[in-house]
Nanobody, 124 residues
């Protein structure tokens, strides 16, 4: 059974940084496209960032562009989200997702595999 496991969340002050990681177990998803989404209680999942498996295409939500960076290490089957200049509105549970075919990268329904999430709290 394939599992994605996020880590790296926590409490940080506004303006600070965190790096999230998402590793894979069960079988390799190193050739799968991967993305980060986030969710605030009571709201729907929000797209954050996407990267194709070879890294040739990267997309960000406008709200995080210039502050967040997605990267991946396919040898470790791990995707990262470096979050800088954090704001209180970045507070959410962050999820990684993966699929081998993603026609519309910002749609959560495109992804088959999901992690359980890691909580990020930004204090102002």
């Amino acid at each position: 059974q394939v599992q994605l496991l996020e880590s790296g969340g926590g409490l940080v002050q506004a303006g600070g940084s965190l790096r999230l990681s998402c590793t894979t177990s069960g079988r390799s998803l190193s050739t799968y496209h991967k993305a980060w989404f986030r969710q605030v209680p009571g709201k729907d999942l929000e797209f954050v960032a996407f990267m194709t498996w070879k890294g040739g295409n990267i997309y960000y939500a406008d709200s995080v562009k210039g502050r967040f960076t997605i990267s991946r290490d396919n040898a470790r089957d791990t995707v990262y989200l470096q979050m800088n200049s954090l704001k209180s509105e970045d507070t959410a549970v962050y999820f990684c997702a993966a699929d081998n075919i993603v026609p519309t990268y910002y749609r959560k329904d495109e992804y088959t595999y999901w992690g359980q999430g890691t909580k990020v709290t930004v204090s102002s």
